[in-house]
């Protein structure tokens, strides 16, 4: 059993993705409401001009993505799906750059008969960087402190200055407080590349050559953008954070684009297995580009013969788009995932992921169209086998095909065949989730449990009112299980907290169930299979528990 703690309702926490630890950060409580969270927030992973390396970066709009990434860049495939996201509706985005063997460029400080030398954070030729050493207000007879500031500009030569840091009363002694080592230890442009020079570094004479005023000395063009990326480059590492794994330190996102690794190479089998598996890790869906080589609706058919990547938590829209290639000045081909994103979140805004069929119809924005056309029949067998057809124009005539996922023809839950069905379980376990992680915060005491019950049955009602669940009577629609069947006094003793949560399947009185369990150490969501008695009208009361958790809680 559980117990409130004064201020829950109030409570700073929050639970890093995945059990990896906890960040402060204002938190709602259960005098609050669940937010829904969104449908269309979108990472992006993969190769840009610039910018900073395996760290997510939230944006709102390409001029965003091209003050911080450099834009377009003929040869990553990102910056174009980011753009064809946006173009077609998208709002928010999550980019992370990913890099093979890029090298930062340096930028050399003379001292004396010695020189501070200094590396620019972010890899790349585009990094544009420039310094000045000035001695203002420090005393002519303290000869080991100077003044540093450090800007990136927009191009080398240029006074377009993007961002600037500046560092007063710097000091080469070690045992200093304002040693210069640990000062650049936090800076976002520079860090230190070798040994600390005896001697400060000389005062940067301006653009004559003068000294009354300092100048600027500009980073060397030793930089290196480095390799394309290999499948291993995106993948990354899960403890350090890179590639596709530099994501968990976001909060959330609901759809994961892994553009080509160029213009005429997909992306690797391997990279779709590990995104998949983290995407249904984080709750996310996968959006997969067509393989390049299908040109046309035949071909494509023919290649879902030989496809054995299916899963509710992937999906395909055929075929490739042809957009304005801003820097070559034509129409090109590009891989679909970006348009794609940006049609699924801008439906978001004008209907609920669980709308009608006819809502969710793919229909590009002017100046896109689909790289070939695909017939009604040969959509339809496309879409039997879990592939939606990008339309460029909405069409009365068609036959209604509801978009699938990649479950489609496997063997897995029918629901989740379909995409709405598939991003209604989402959307419901990722905003339950996130809604109720204040119970980490509170004692054992059975008030929270039955706050924390009435606070998910107040989010499903909401949901039930909207006509989420249809026609179905409302003890068909949901239950919240929250009680000493699931909060045990072993739970209790270990700060652990469960709630389980069953939402309509579509037969009739069958439920998709989840168990959600919080802790100080993370979050977790748990698809669960729940035994009830074999009665004539279903009661989720009538559940037919035993006593032991493991018995009552089976993973199907």
């Not at 929050?14 to 059990?19: D, H, I, S």
């Not at 600037?164 to 070690?174: A, G, H, K, V």
């Not at 983290?278 to 058919?301: F, G, M, N, Q």
Request: some cysteine; glycine content about 8%; proline content about 6%.
């Amino acid at each position: 059993m559980w117990y409130s703690s004064p201020d829950i309702s109030r409570g700073k926490f929050l639970v890093a993705p995945n059990g990896l630890g906890i960040q402060v950060e204002e938190e709602r409580g259960p005098d609050q409401t669940i937010v829904p969270l969104g449908c269309g927030r979108t990472a992006f992973v993969g190769r840009t001009l610039r910018g900073p390396v395996n760290r997510p970066i939230f944006l709102k709009s390409f001029t965003e993505f091209q003050h911080i990434f450099g834009g377009l860049w003929q040869p990553s495939p990102l910056g174009y799906a980011v753009e064809h996201f946006f173009d077609n509706g998208g709002r928010e985005v999550l980019v992370v750059r990913v890099v093979n063997g890029a090298r930062a460029a340096t930028l050399t400080l003379n001292a004396g008969t010695q020189v501070l030398k200094l590396r620019a954070v972010r890899p790349g030729t585009r990094e544009f960087l420039r310094a000045s050493v000035d001695y203002d207000n420090i005393s002519p007879v303290n000869t080991t402190e100077f003044n540093l500031t450090v800007q990136r500009v927009r191009m080398q030569g240029t006074e377009q200055v993007e961002d600037q840091e500046i560092y007063p009363r710097l000091s080469t002694l070690p045992e200093a407080e304002r040693f210069v080592g640990e000062a650049l230890a936090g800076s976002e442009l520079v860090q230190l590349a070798g040994a600390v020079a005896a001697e400060r570094p000389d005062r940067t004479p301006d653009s004559s050559g003068g000294l009354l005023a300092a100048g600027y000395v500009c980073s060397n063009a030793d930089g290196d953008d480095g390799a394309p990326l290999t499948d291993y480059d995106l993948i990354g590492s899960a403890v350090d954070r890179t590639g596709l794994f530099a994501l968990e330190g976001v909060e959330h996102f609901n759809l994961l684009c892994i553009p080509p690794l160029s213009r005429d190479r997909d992306v690797g089998p391997t990279v779709l297995l590990v995104a998949l598996r983290y995407c249904k890790e984080r709750r996310a869906l996968l959006i997969v580009d067509p393989p390049s080589e299908w040109h046309t609706a035949d071909e494509a058919l023919r290649g879902m013969r030989q496809w054995n990547f299916c899963n509710e938590n992937a999906l395909m829209y055929f075929p490739r788009v042809l957009a304005h290639d801003k820097l070559r000045g034509h129409f090109e081909s590009f891989a679909s995932c970006g348009a794609v994103a940006g049609m699924l979140a801008r439906s978001e805004e004008t209907f609920p992921v669980w709308g009608p069929v006819k809502s969710e119809d793919a229909v590009l924005r002017p100046g896109y169209r689909p790289s070939c056309l695909v017939s009604e029949d040969k959509r339809m067998r496309l879409a039997a086998l879990g592939v939606n057809s990008i339309q460029a124009v909405r069409s009365a005539a068609r036959i209604g095909v509801s978009p699938r996922t990649l479950a489609a023809g496997s063997a897995g839950a029918a629901d989740w065949q379909s995409l709405a069905a598939r991003r209604l379980a989402l959307f419901i376990l990722n905003s339950v989730e996130r809604g109720t992680r204040w119970v980490v915060l509170t004692k054992p005491h059975r008030d929270v449990a039955e706050l924390a019950a009435a606070q998910v049955r107040t989010f499903f009602e909401r949901l039930y009112d909207a006509g989420t669940f249809g026609a179905r009577p409302m003890a068909e629609a949901f239950f919240v299980i929250c009680d000493s069947r699931v909060n045990s006094a072993e739970s209790a003793a270990s700060s652990e907290f469960h709630l389980v949560i069953g939402f309509a399947a579509v037969r009739r009185r069958e439920f998709h169930s989840f168990r959600i369990s919080h802790s100080a150490s993370g979050s977790k969501v748990t698809p669960v299979s729940l035994n009830r008695l074999n009665t004539a009208e279903f009661c989720p009361e009538e559940l037919e528990w035993v006593d032991n958790l493991a018995n009552q809680l089976q993973p199907p």
